[in-house]
């Protein structure tokens, strides 16, 4: 069963996602897995549907949603930060929290870029999640920034300026200074619980380097897959065999 569900951040701000929820006779709760987009992205993007349906597919129930700002969600897309991402991913949890079929024990959580990212901190904090997965994640966030922003020039000048012009709209400095307070590297050495890296090789907007050096440094385990960042079905694949593995 495919659904769609609204609940509130903490801001009160409606945020909008499609819940999937299977149907077996003799199963009265599921593990479930919240999926997270990227920065200018949303719920509905042809790899978003594909790996919720096959999580579903697999007797998962499946959450993805639009951040506050973000697709059908309210909020102003400027004001995005990744502190605000997280309390969505923490409202979205309660939402999932809050129905009979979803086995609290067996939470999950997979993000994209700058979900990865949110992914990566979330793990390392919240014992609600109990296994992750980040696809094309980084620790630095410059360069995989630099991409979709849209005048080069305007990087030096956006402090100044307070706002700058990327792809999805504006985003004020405030997402860079907010960034700025997480050390990833040192929350991926925090992560407790299973957490895997998928990662394209050719990916060129986020370096291959940069989710190796979390690997690396927090000892996490890494797949790289022939995609790019934009990633597809070998990603989704290893997505999903990892939460087979590691919730059920």
Known sequence: ?????????????????YLYVPEEKYKSKYPAVIV??????????????????????????????????????????????????????????????????????????VGHSIG????????????????????????????????????????????????IEVEGGQLKYDFLKDFKKYNLLNLAKKIKIPFLLVHGANDHIVAQKQAQTIAKTAKLPIKIVEETHIFDKKAIEQAVEWFKKTLR
Not at 3 to 12: A, L, P, R, V
Request: aromatic share 6%.
């Open 116 to 163: 990865a990212v949110a992914a990566i901190i979330e793990a390392a904090k919240d014992s609600r999640i109990k296994s992750a997965a980040a696809i094309g994640a980084f620790c630095e966030p410059m360069k995989p920034l630099k991409a979709c922003i849209k005048n080069k020039k305007e990087c030096e000048a956006w402090a100044g300026k307070g706002i």
């Open 36 to 109: 997270c987009h990227g920065l200018g992205g949303n719920k509905d993007a042809q790899n978003k549907v594909e790996l919720s349906e096959a999580l579903y597919k697999q007797g998962f129930v499946a959450l993805r949603f639009d951040y506050s700002g973000h697709g059908k969600s309210e909020g102003n897309y400027e004001d995005t930060t990744v502190t605000q991402i997280i309390k969505d991913i923490q409202s979205a949890i309660e939402a999932l929290y809050s129905l009979e079929k979803v086995d609290r024990k067996r939470l999950g959580l």
């Open 1 to 17: 069963m495919k659904k769609e569900i609204s609940f509130k951040n903490n801001k009160g701000q409606t945020l909008m996602g």
